[in-house]
Antibody, heavy 118, light 106 residues
Framework: QVQLQESGPGLVKPSETLSLTCTVS?????????WSWVRQPPGKGLEWIGE???????NYNPSLKSRVTISVDKSKNQFSLELSSVTAADTAVYYC???????????WGQGTLVTVSS | DIQMTQSPSSLSASVGDRVTITCRAS??????LAWYQQKPGKAPNLLIY???TLQSGVPSRFSGSGSGTEFTLTISSLQPEDVATYYC?????????FGQGTKVEI
């Protein structure tokens, strides 16, 4: 059973960079799946941020592309999210997830709340 | 980019009722449509993908249909544990866009 766990700071200052890591257990990040980040502002809907393949190939949501970097560390079975120049609008629960084939998310982490505030 | 629109945004029904949620895509997405259930404070849970394929472990009272631009999620007999928000998502090509959600209450 694949399990995912997000980790990282729960509070980030405006204009700084949000950094989160997702640790995958019960499966290999080098499988034939892509790995995604999805976020959900408080009381709002889901927004797909982007995804990565173990080769390092990425796809990003055009609305966030200029500020997002997703990377992978196969040795640690982890992938990471960086979102730069954050504002209060980036306050959300951030989820990592495994992509099915293609594009839907079949396994999810529990999510981590990141608040952008000074 | 393709936009996904769900209707209604919320509904209230009784236990045992048949419930239908609609999702419309702004362009043809063939059969690449997924549905998720999200309960308060929890991560979304995949129910259905490629329009009608039930994810393992999902009760058979959930079903999906449609193609092209119009899709439906049906709960054949609403149960108390089905109280949640439901999201559709296109999965034909990135970006994997979600609908805005439908809140189901009893």
């Amino acid at each position: 059973q694949v399990q995912l766990q997000e980790s990282g700071p729960g509070l980030v200052k405006p204009s700084e960079t949000l950094s989160l890591t997702c640790t995958v257990s019960g499966g290999s990040i080098s499988s034939s799946n892509w790995w995604s980040w999805v976020r959900q502002p408080p009381g709002k809907g889901l927004e797909w941020i982007g995804e990565i393949y173990h080769s390092g190939s990425t796809n990003y949501n055009p609305s966030l592309k200029s500020r997002v970097t997703i990377s992978v560390d196969k040795s640690k079975n982890q992938f990471s999210l960086e979102l730069s120049s954050v504002t209060a609008a980036d306050t959300a629960v951030y989820y990592c997830a495994r992509d099915g084939l293609p594009g839907y998310q079949d396994y999810w982490g529990q999510g981590t709340l990141v608040t952008v505030s000074s | 980019d393709i936009q996904m629109t769900q209707s209604p945004s919320s509904l209230s029904a009784s236990v045992g009722d048949r419930v239908t949620i609609t999702c419309r895509a702004s362009q043809d997405i063939s059969s690449f449509l997924a549905w998720y259930q999200q309960k308060p404070g929890k991560a979304p849970n995949l129910l259905i993908y490629t329009t009608s394929t039930l994810q393992s472990g999902v009760p058979s009272r959930f079903s999906g249909s449609g193609s092209g631009t119009e899709f439906t999620l049906t709960i054949s007999s609403l149960q108390p544990e089905d109280v949640a928000t439901y999201y559709c998502q296109k999965h034909n090509s990135a970006p994997w866009t979600f609908g805005q959600g439908t809140k189901v209450e009893i």
